[in-house]
Every structure is written in C-alpha cells, then in structure tokens.
C-alpha cells in the first residue's frame, strides 16, 4: 500500500469517528495521522513530540490527538518487550505489515527493509489462525550507538 492511500484510508476512518463526536478532523488531528504514513510505521509519545514540535504543534496536542486516535482504532499500541515500560503506537490496519530495528540503547526504530523476508512470512499459512498482517522486530544496537561505546 501506497503512504497516499494508506494515509486516505485511516483519514477517513478518523474523520468517520470524529463526525460521531461532532468533531472535525483538524490540520493538527491531519498532521500526527500523517506521521503514522511516513516512512517510519511506530512511534513512541516521546518521538511523535520531537517531530510535531518542527510543526508547531504542542506536546499537548499530540496526547491529545494520540488519545483520539487510540479512542478511534486508528491506533493501537504495542509493548516494545515483555518487560519494556516504554510502549510504541503504530496504525491499526489490518495489511499493515511492519519490519523494523529497535535499538536496544537508544530506542531507536529503523524501518528494516527486507522484502524477502516480508515475502516469505506473508505467504505463511497455518492452520488454526488467519493471519491479517504482521510485525517483526529486530532487536540490537545501531550504529551510533555502537561507535559511542568504542
Ligand atoms: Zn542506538
């Protein structure tokens, strides 16, 4: 799927949920949704802050914009590990496959390009459970943080 289409879907979606609430979807509400469609699929609060701010949009906001998506399902959130306290958002659309490396250090998500891999798990068929997308996560150290340890 197309960042475009991708981003028409879930904006449609939200916009959807908010008219429920007679609420409209904002350029704020527009810009973090935007985010999600980017090249970079999971956010943690604390990074989707640092990108807003370069749009002027206030720490606030983005809580609250994040409660809005969460409260629609555009959202969900995942934890990065069995015992992580910090807990990364990602859009919940089902043929959103997801490859990424998390630095272990600095938190650090990298979109892990590898369509092989991506090929073969989406291929997988098994017997008790369709599966409707995916999320593989890579875990190790990046490399800035392996040349400041050197
Ligand atoms: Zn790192």
């Known amino acids: 799927m197309t960042h475009d289409n991708l981003y028409k879907q879930v904006a449609r979606q939200?916009?959807?949920?908010?008219?429920?609430?007679?609420?409209?979807?904002?350029?704020?509400?527009?810009?973090?949704?935007q985010?999600?469609?980017?090249?970079?699929h999971q956010w943690t609060?604390?990074?989707?802050?640092?990108?807003?701010?370069?749009d002027n949009i206030s720490r606030a906001t983005v809580y609250n914009v994040l409660r809005l998506l969460e409260q629609a399902q555009v959202v969900r959130f995942v934890r990065q590990s069995e015992n992580s306290k910090?807990?990364?958002y990602e859009l919940n659309v089902a043929?959103?496959?997801?490859?990424q490396m998390v630095c272990?250090?600095?938190q650090r998500i990298v979109e892990l390009k590898d369509a092989a891999i991506a090929d073969l798990v989406s291929q997988k068929k098994y017997a008790n459970f369709r599966m409707s997308s995916f999320v593989l996560t890579v875990y190790?150290?990046?490399?800035v943080c392996r040349k400041k340890k050197s």
């Open 35 to 40: 985010y999600f469609c980017g090249d970079r």
């Open 86 to 88: 910090t807990v990364v």
């Open 45 to 54: 609060a604390v990074q989707l802050v640092e990108r807003a701010v370069e």
């Open 104 to 106: 272990t250090r600095c």
């Open 140 to 143: 190790g150290e990046c490399k």
């Open 95 to 99: 043929q959103h496959n997801s490859l």
């Open 14 to 33: 939200l916009a959807d949920y908010l008219l429920t609430k007679g609420k409209r979807l904002s350029v704020e509400r527009q810009k973090v949704l």
